[in-house]
């Protein structure tokens, strides 16, 4: 078992660990009821066990679509309804169990509905156990963009089972060694080597990343400077997923095209030396996260300079210069052609 702690709630990682859940939902909460928020995949591969897992107490499911797309004001309002139906009140726990829709969502609903109920996060897929479980920002999407609508709202505590990942399809596995790669390139080089040899991860490794998240949210709690770090392959990542509607490529294979979009910028601006970009690149095409041919700057280059983000004085853009070395470089529409 590995415990991690951010100031305001700790992090569990345990082999295991979903069979403890009860004891430590006791240790911070006094009621018997639990508004559960999962998705229809999760909930049919693990609600019976989750129920094992609780039992003494009275759990309330709330099943919704899974997919990017129930990341969305419909599903969020629908969601919150459902949950009032069925009684919650502010003083009651939700349980987000799920993938980082799920967890995202789940959040902001705790964040919001009677301003604010606590919540913890039992992420199911490797890209929420390493990456949007931690660190406290939830939200949903809009047409215009994803993530425009979120708040900072901390969990309780999250529990992560690496166990949980044995049911997992491999596209949605390596969806989540894509946001491990980067955390290695941005904050342990270490890491970074492991990935290239490995395609599976344990515990360990799950830990090492989540480490990287950490420390940059400790230095920048809420998004001003280093914790930009955590961005580098997202500016055209979100674009990439954007454009195609959240339906051609999963979160870790658009991003993965947006490092390697990120490794070009570096190399034009001067920044990474040619020689990291192709590693990386053959990384991803080994780990099937990119293809041949890749994906193209120029066509999604309009969508990030006419992006809100994109302030008079250019760009904040994150340049990797070698694995675990990391910089904030100001873009001009120059620096894309």
Do not use: C, W
């Not at 309804?81 to 987000?96: F, V």
């Not at 596995?173 to 890491?191: H, Q, S, T």
């Not at 340049?319 to 100001?330: A, E, H, L, M, R």
């Amino acid at each position: 078992m590995t415990f991690l702690k951010m100031p305001n709630y700790d992090i569990h990682i345990e082999e295991g660990g979903l069979t403890h859940l009860a004891k430590h939902i006791k240790s911070i909460y006094e009621f018997d009821d639990l508004f559960v928020v999962t998705d229809q995949n999760v909930f049919d591969l693990y609600h019976e066990k989750l129920i094992q897992s609780l039992i003494g107490f009275h759990l309330s499911f709330v099943v919704l679509p899974p997919g990017e797309k129930t990341k969305s004001l419909d599903v969020y309002h629908q969601a919150i309804q459902t949950l009032i139906e069925k009684g919650i009140k502010r003083n009651h726990l939700i349980l987000a169990f799920g993938g980082g829709v799920i967890g995202d969502l789940t959040g902001f609903i705790a964040s919001t509905l009677y301003r604010g109920i606590p919540y913890i996060q039992i992420p199911t897929t490797l890209l929420a156990q390493v990456d949007s479980s931690i660190g406290g920002k939830v939200g949903i999407d809009l047409k215009e963009g994803k993530n425009l609508i979120g708040s900072f709202y901390d969990p309780k505590f999250v529990l992560i089972d690496p166990n949980l990942l044995k049911t997992l399809p491999k596209r949605e596995y390596v969806n989540g060694l894509a946001e491990m790669i980067k955390a290695g390139l941005i904050g342990d080089k270490k890491l970074y080597h492991y990935l290239l040899e490995n395609d599976t991860v344990t515990e360990t490794e799950i830990a090492e990343s989540i480490l990287v998240k950490r420390n940059v949210v400790l230095l920048d709690p809420y998004d001003k400077k280093e914790r930009m770090y955590l961005n580098f392959g997202h500016t055209f990542g979100h674009a990439i997923e954007k454009k195609h509607q959240y339906e051609t490529y999963l979160h870790g294979e658009a991003i993965s095209y947006g490092m390697l979009i990120a490794l070009q910028i570096g190399i034009h601006i001067d920044e990474t030396k040619q020689e990291l970009y192709h590693e990386v690149k053959e990384l991803l095409l080994k780990r099937g996260l990119v293809k041949e041919p890749l994906l193209e700057m120029e066509d999604y280059r309009d969508e990030i300079i006419h992006d809100k983000k994109f302030l008079a004085d250019g760009l904040n853009f994150i340049i990797v210069t070698k694995p675990g070395d990391v910089k904030i470089v100001k873009l001009k529409e120059i620096d894309m052609l």
